[in-house]
Nanobody
Framework: VQLQASGGGLVQAGGSLRLSCAAS????????IGWFRQAPGKEREFVAA????????MYADSVKGRFTISRDRAKNTLWLQMSSPKPEDTARYYC???????????????????WGQGTLVTVSS
């Protein structure tokens, strides 16, 4: 699976931004796909993920209620709608996918095999 993330940029705190991840190479019906982020000097962390077939979402507590993950099966595209971002959301955001994950494994970064190159999001205060 090839993943191409885009949509990052500079956004003011309280604004909104939508990230996109275009997937290609394989049918994603048995895949989970999600967003992770890595801030400078910090480890990569889980943001949100969804099972491609069911669209069941899971979120990190830090973004729950502010970010929304969604996918378009026809376009093989994943989105992350960032609403009311905070300066602490500043990071490089990566999309990643893996085959056959159970729900409890969605937040586990080590479960993901395929990674995109990332897109940088900077939230100004």
């Amino acid at each position: 699976v090839q993943l191409q993330a885009s949509g990052g940029g500079l956004v003011q705190a309280g604004g909104s931004l939508r990230l996109s991840c275009a997937a290609s190479g394989r049918t994603l019906s048995n895949y989970a796909i999600g967003w992770f982020r890595q801030a400078p000097g910090k480890e990569r962390e889980f943001v949100a993920a969804v099972k491609w077939s069911t669209s069941y979402p899971m979120y990190a507590d830090s973004v729950k209620g502010r970010f929304t993950i969604s996918r378009d099966r026809a376009k093989n595209t994943l989105w992350l709608q960032m609403s009311s971002p905070k300066p602490e959301d500043t990071a490089r955001y990566y999309c990643a996918s893996a085959q056959g994950l159970i729900t409890s494994s969605l937040p586990n970064i080590d479960s993901y095999k395929f990674w995109g190159q990332g897109t940088l999001v900077t939230v100004s205060s």
